[in-house]
């Protein structure tokens, strides 16, 4: 898929994220503990672990939903992740998909990416603001990407299962992040339309950093580089797909008890 | 008001072709049709039938229906004032009825000072602080003897209150039916606090017996008009302003916000100031509309901050239609309307009748009158 | 009893000499003349007597208008001169052979009266054999002695004021002129203070519980129906309402018979079932449709208040009707010199915790309440474990609703029972709730206490109305800094 893609390269060297230590407790139920991660830049990392591993969690905590009880998270250079706002974190660089897809189901699918595209977000220039030409352009764009060419004044929230998924890929792709963490972004896809999911996220990576959760095996290993897998809220092996799947703690995670 | 052949024009951002201009944006050529009718019965119609048209003509309309709609009006900008935060960015206030009487108090405490020494007292205070034996004005009455004063107290007062209840509520996300409880119960603790006498706003009584507005004559049939022809034009203001926020793209934000919130924020919107903008608009407007309101009934007292008034603006923008602005306009008129018919032909079934309403709405027409016309 | 009579035909007979005269004539001129200390000494002078008729004359006075010489003459009756009649009226009754008559008596005059009767409320005192009285007597003798002029009388005063529990009597006297009184005024003051204290915060104390235990029961049907099932019902307190009229209705069936006194056993059972099957209907034909839909519920079950309010009211009229005690709810224990505990608060702060035991006993206990609390924590998971939701969530519902039925029960017995009754409890009672956290029993419980003493003691030196405003501010900045209310989890059920 080699369409023309409405983002720019983000050019940058060494550590795009950067989680130390990170824990986060619900009633004493420990989620996450002691988890660190490193993401570079333009790495396409695969995240992977049974139910209840702790990976929405730690998406949670890299935009800003949940705040760790302890350890540190860094985006780029200098930005605390434990510090912004989710809107903040959003600014910064960082896109999130959601594993339940969750769109504007009253709006268009034009407005769904209106909303989404990289712009001044604050209030008071909302109130005023137009869409310029090269705007409508980058929208139209991201819509032929994503299939909807079509259906841009559909209402999003009539679309298919999988229409809503690229939709909310397609925002994704509009906000124009560095880094992008997508929860099980094939879950409900056809075949045909995993493959292609394959193929977008092959293509953005080296541009962008992407953090890709899923359980289905057969997606992470065509677009699998490295690979990590978390258990009990913690990272039990990291590596290239052939080392992690003959770890024999993951087999053991994954396998039986 | 002709509201029921409002349109509500097309939809602005058309596809993949550019934004219409603003004209063309708020509406299309019906909607402005039926917004220019709407005026003239308000600016020409009205006024002629009232004024010129003797009282023995068939044509002549009373005093009564004057008042009556006036009334209705304000109930209008309270609905659409009400629909900008419910029905488009989804948060329930129960607290709008407090904003209205505030701003109802804030024109009532000049009204007050209008009468003089007219009052059965005869004394330079209100009647009311002669009865509880006050020597001089407390504090927050003083320069309510100045017009742009009480004008300035009618935006200033529910704004601030909207804005730093607003804040903090929104600042920690209290939403959804927690937010309607707690506004509640904020109007409820402002009605208990108005009925004190020492509150110093008259106590059960409230303000009435007003004689005078800016010097004219309260009761005579001119001034009447003049504040029905006011009303009438805040209405259509409020109405295009609001059509305006909302289909601007901070409308779609708001709308985002009500299905998605979370999802708004990861947009990298912070949602919190959307919601306390539209909020605290939201606010003034229904001030703004309590201070129309008072000088055309003749009274406020605390009872119009009673937890169940709020709840009944609610039903005016669930009838006709949530997060459709005509519809708000066409609910607050359906329901007063009927209101005002019952309690005049059959007063103790009107309690059967809104509550039905309330009932068969939520239940049967969960879009309102809207949803039905368009279908 | 024998006794007792015999000192009342005693105390009759001792002033049957004095009745035998004629009332005074010059005492009633000078009742009649302009001057208001004249009067005060008339009023002295007819009582001294011990007429019985004077009381008449007396009474007249107080009206403005007295009797001389067959025509009706008119006076001027200022606060100072009437509060001198209905001293000396008082006065006149200790003369009655009815004890209870005489208690009353008694006890109005322990405010203190004006010296010029101390020599009949004295003989009053040497005669008088119930004791009680005669106790009260002391007192009421020694605070007329108060502003004697012998100062070993005074002295002698202020010592026996020490067992009262009137300190106004003592406040002018501490800042007397002489410094043995003001020391002796002032020591004997402090002693009352150390003894009433306790009693003032006892009095509080059940104050704020009594208030709790009747916001409790307003919301425990609501941490059911709103804490564990998520429905917002407006029309709880239509619901309490109901429970009240049940128990009136019951009531007037009960009403004349010799029964009367067991009403309630009929009457709680009666408010729960009939509040539970409105509950239960709602909940079939309204509030089955609106689930996941709180905001639409909230206008809903508004609409279904006004409907009942509206049908009680077409019903029963809209006045408030009176609903009346079993005998053995009226009346108090006397704990301390200033503290009474009635039998009614008492009895409702029994039955909240009864209500509360049950309760929770018949969701943690039962199997309808393993049921409850499937489905509300899990309700498609409840589904696939064979669980029937729906009748579960109809029979839940109805579970609320009658506690609510038995809330109303018991706020019959405690106040006012009228179409508006529940309104008033709908805004506190979902505080309660919010503030304990939803779908937090315990916090219930407890929030429900603690608004209940805040109450009472902002009550206690603010009024009530300041007190009921700040306790709602506070509630509002409370939920706004901790939305999952004072014991909620920190969990996923609070986000949905
Ligand atoms: N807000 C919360 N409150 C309480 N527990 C939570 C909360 N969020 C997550 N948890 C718990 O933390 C653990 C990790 O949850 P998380 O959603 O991160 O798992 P996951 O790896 O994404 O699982 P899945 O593959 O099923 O999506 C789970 O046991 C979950 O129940
Ligand atoms: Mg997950």
């Known amino acids: 898929m080699k369409a023309a893609l409405p983002i720019e390269v983000t050019a940058g060297q060494g550590t795009v994220l950067y989680l130390d230590g990170i824990s986060v407790s619900f009633d004493g139920f420990k989620a996450l503990n002691n988890l660190s991660l490193m993401i570079d830049a333009g790495e396409l990392r695969c995240v992977i672990g049974p139910n209840g591993a702790g990976k929405t969690t730690m998406m949670d905590v890299i935009t800003g939903k949940t ?43 034009f407005e769904n990416l209106e909303l989404a595209m990289k712009a001044d977000k604050r209030a008071r220039t909302t109130l005023l603001s137009k869409l310029s030409s090269e705007q409508h352009d980058r929208i139209a764009a991201t819509l032929t990407l994503i299939g909807l060419r079509n259906g841009a004044d559909r209402i ?80 039990i092996a990291e590596g290239d797909m052939n080392k992690v799947k003959n770890d024999p703690r993951v087999i053991e995670v994954y396998l039986g008890r | ?69 006036g009334k209705i009006m304000c109930y209008a900008i309270v609905a659409l004032a009400l629909d900008l935060v419910w029905g488009y960015a989804g948060i329930l206030s129960l607290g ?60 200033l ?31 409820f603790a402002a009605m208990l606090l108005f009925f004190r006498n020492n509150t110093g706003f008259g106590g059960n009584n409230g303000f009435t017996d007003f004689k005078r507005i800016l010097g004219f004559s309260i009761t005579a049939p001119e001034t009447r008009m003049a504040l029905f022809v006011i009303t009438a034009l805040t209405l259509i203001g409020t109405f295009l302003a609001a059509r305006w926020i909302v289909t601007s793209k901070f ?102 009748a809104l509550g039905a309403i309330f009932i068969c709405v939520t239940l049967f027409m969960p879009r309102g009158v809207m949803g039905l016309l368009k279908r | 009893m024998l006794l007792q009579g015999k000192g009342a035909a005693a ?17 009633l001129e000078k009742l009649a003349s302009d001057d208001n200390d004249e009067k005060i000494a008339a009023i002295a002078a007819l009582v001294a007597e011990g007429d019985p008729k004077a009381a008449d004359v007396l009474k007249s006075a107080a009206e403005g208008e007295i009797e001389l010489d067959g025509k009706k003459v008119e006076i001027v009756v200022n606060n100072r001169v009437r509060a001198r009649i209905a001293e000396a009226l008082s006065v006149l009754k200790l003369l009655s052979p009815d004890n209870a008559e005489r208690h009353a008596a008694a006890t109005a005059l322990t405010g203190g009266a004006d010296p010029a009767m101390l020599s009949l409320v004295l003989k009053a005192r040497d005669a008088e054999q119930d004791p009680a009285v005669k106790k009260l007597l002391e007192l009421a003798t020694a605070a007329m002695q108060l502003r004697s002029e012998d100062k070993e009388t005074r002295l002698a005063a202020i010592r026996a004021l020490a067992g009262s529990d009137n300190k106004a009597l003592l406040v002018e006297a501490a800042s007397d002129a002489d410094e043995d009184i003001k020391r002796a005024a002032q020591k004997t003051l402090r002693a009352m203070d150390d003894r009433l204290v306790w009693g003032e915060w006892l009095g509080l104390a059940f104050a704020g519980v009594s208030l709790g235990s009747i916001l409790l029961l307003a919301a425990l049907g609501l941490a059911i129906t709103y804490g564990l099932m998520g429905v917002i019902n407006m029309a709880h307190g239509e619901l309490i309402m109901i429970g009240a009229y049940t128990t009136y209705v019951v009531q007037g069936w009960f009403r004349g018979s010799a029964a009367f006194d067991f009403y309630l056993v009929a009457a709680i059972p009666a408010a729960f079932v009939v509040s539970a099957a409105v509950g239960m209907l709602l909940e079939r034909s309204v509030i089955r449709w609106l689930y996941g839909r709180p905001l639409e519920t909230l206008l809903a079950t508004w609409g279904i208040s006004l409907v009942l309010i509206q049908a009680v009211r077409t019903i029963f009229g809209a006045q408030n009707v009176q609903v009346e005690n079993p005998a053995f ?68 519902f109805g579970l609320g609703s009658g506690i609510a039925g038995l809330a109303g029960c018991a706020l019959s017995q405690v106040g006012n029972v009228g179409p508006d009754l529940g309104q008033g409890y709908i805004v506190d009672s979902f505080l309660v709730v919010v503030f304990g956290g939803v779908g937090q029993l315990a916090g219930t419980v407890y929030a429900a206490l603690v608004l209940g003493f805040a109450n009472k003691l902002l009550e206690s030196w603010s009024g009530a109305v300041l007190a009921k405003i700040a306790v709602l501010v506070f509630i509002i900045f409370f939920i706004q800094r901790r939305p999952q209310g004072l014991f909620a989890l920190k969990g996923r059920a609070v986000e949905a």
Not at chain 2, 33 to 49: D, K, R, Y
Not at chain 2, 165 to 187: E, H, M, N
């Open chain 3, 329 to 396: 709810m009226s009346g108090g224990i006397q704990v301390m010199a200033n503290v009474v505990l009635p039998w009614n608060r008492i009895f409702i702060i029994l039955f909240a915790a009864g209500v509360l035991v049950a309760m929770w006993a018949l969701l943690s206990k039962t199997r309808l309440g393993l049921y409850i609390r499937g489905v509300t924590q899990n309700r498609s998971m409840a589904a696939c474990v064979g669980v029937p939701t729906a009748r579960v969530d109809t029979w839940a």
């Open chain 2, 157 to 187: 007062v529910p704004g601030v209150l909207a804005f730093v209840f607003g804040y903090f509520a929104f600042r920690s996300r209290v939403k959804g039916v927690y937010f309607s409880i707690i506004t509640q119960a904020l109007t």
């Open chain 2, 96 to 155: 709008h009825g407090l904003f209205f009487a505030l701003g109802g108090y804030a024109m009532g405490m000049y009204l007050m000072r209008q009468i003089g020494r007219e009052g059965q007292y005869q004394a330079d205070l209100p009647d009311f602080m002669v009865f509880l034996d006050w020597k001089e004005l407390p504090w927050h009455w003083s320069m309510s003897d100045q017009f742009w004063w009480a004008a300035v107290l009618v935006v």
């Open chain 1, 67 to 109: 705040r760790p009880d302890e350890g540190r998270a860094l985006f780029g250079e200098a930005a605390d992740l434990t510090r912004l706002s989710e809107a903040e974190i959003a600014q910064a660089g960082i896109g999130r998909k959601f594993q339940k897809p969750t769109i504007f189901e009253a709006l268009s699918v």
């Open chain 3, 11 to 27: 105390l009759a007979a001792l002033f049957i000499s004095a009745s035998a005269f004629a009332l005074d004539r010059s005492a």
């Open chain 1, 156 to 235: 999003a929230g009539l679309l298919s299962h999988g229409e809503k998924q690229w939709l909310e890929i397609g925002m994704l792709l509009a906000q124009e992040p560095k880094l992008l963490l997508l929860d099980e972004p094939v879950a409900g896809m056809s075949d045909h339309e995993t493959e292609r999911t394959a193929e977008l996220f092959l293509s953005l990576a080296g541009t962008h950093s992407l953090v890709v959760v899923e359980h289905d095996m057969a997606f992470i290993e065509t677009i699998a580089r490295k690979v990590t897998v978390l258990h009990e809220g913690r990272v």
């Open chain 2, 1 to 69: 008001m002709s509201a029921l052949t409002l349109n509500q024009g097309q939809t602005p951002v058309n596809g993949l072709n550019r934004g219409p201009s603003l004209f063309w944006r708020l509406y299309g050529v019906k909607g402005w049709l039926a917004i220019g009718i709407g005026a003239l019965i308000a600016f020409v119609v009205f006024p002629v039938l009232n004024l010129l048209v003797p009282p023995t003509s068939a044509l002549h309309i009373s005093a009564f229906w004057v008042t009556l709609i």
């Open chain 2, 251 to 352: 409308g779609r934000v708001l709308e985002a916000i009500r299905d998605a919130e979370a999802r708004v924020m990861f947009c990298g919107y912070n949602t919190m100031h959307f919601k306390l903008a539209i909020f605290t608009f939201s606010a003034v407007l229904c001030g703004i509309a309590g201070a129309l309101y008072v000088p055309q009934v003749g009274i406020i007292n605390p009872s119009e901050m009673s937890p169940a008034n709020s709840i009944e603006m609610a039903i005016w923008v669930a009838v006709g239609g949530r997060g459709t602005l005509a519809g708000a306009i066409l609910g607050a008129g359906l329901v007063n309307g009927a209101k005002s018919f019952f309690t005049v032909a059959f007063p103790e079934y009107w309690l059967f």
